[in-house]
């Protein structure tokens, strides 16, 4: 592949930053600096170096970030703060997306990647992609509202596939659903005249939130974590 087509690819450097830090001599092929940025490298073989650094490079970027409130999960937005203002420059450059969507108000756990397919996989409804959720309801929920809710519920327009509760008091609990359709468990509280106050994703696609992320704070998945996610994608 072209070394500025894989520069870009790992977001270090526009194709026109690398056409210049060829010209200076700042790229390395194993070892010797290459004048031009369209010359063609083996990524598995050949040795890279960047500005004196040696260039890993990985195909796709899968990131793990602790939503804040207040942020959409989107890739831009005309008025809204997005996930993706939360990255720095070197990974906005890298075309990544929410893979999977939390609403502005829910915290938490969101995947951003560039692995279009891999996503489109674990997003669809037949991959049944385990989402784990911390919640706290308004009123106590009843043995019968969580019969109900487990069971499946009508929230409109749609009737919910069996889902898992833990609950850890009257009035919280672990929500698992295997589907995630608009605003969906707090349209699945209304539908038990109850309503969601605090809803943050701990866990998905068998991906847990790591807690030493303070909200805003991401950093990239494990190599395991990798495995996890992709494992549950095929
Ligand atoms: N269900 C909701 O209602 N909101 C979310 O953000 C996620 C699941």
New binding site residues.
């Given amino acids: 592949m072209r070394i500025d087509k894989l520069l870009s690819e790992m977001g270090k450097a526009t194709r026109s930053e690398s056409a210049r830090l060829a010209r200076q001599g700042k790229i390395l092929v194993n070892g010797v600096p290459v004048k031009r940025a369209d010359v063609h490298v083996d990524p598995e073989k050949d040795e890279i170096a960047l500005c004196g650094t040696k260039i890993t490079y990985k195909k796709f970027t899968y990131i793990m970030l602790n939503k804040p409130e207040g942020y959409v999960s989107a890739t831009d937005d005309a008025r809204e703060k997005t996930v993706l203002d939360l990255l720095n420059d070197e990974e906005r450059r890298k075309d990544l997306f929410p893979c999977g ?3 502005k ?2 915290l938490g756990l969101v995947i951003l990647t560039n692995d279009g397919e891999s996503a489109h996989r674990l997003l669809s409804p037949k991959h049944h992609a385990k ?1 784990v ?1 911390k919640f706290k309801s308004k009123l106590p929920l009843a043995e019968s509202d969580i019969k109900a809710l487990e069971d499946g519920v009508d929230i409109g327009d749609y009737v919910t596939k069996p889902c898992e509760i833990t609950m850890t008091g009257d009035c919280d609990g672990e929500i698992t ?1 295997i589907e ?9 509280l209304e539908a038990v005249d109850n309503k ?1 106050t605090y ?1 943050e ?1 701990i866990s998905f696609a068998g991906v847990a939130l790591d807690t030493s992320l303070d909200r805003g704070e991401w950093r990239y998945l494990t190599d395991e974590e990798e495995k996890l996610l992709l494992k549950e994608n095929k």
């Fill in positions: 969507r939390l609403d108000n829910t989402k959720y659903l995630g359709k608009y605003h969906q468990i707090k349209r699945m969601i809803l994703r």
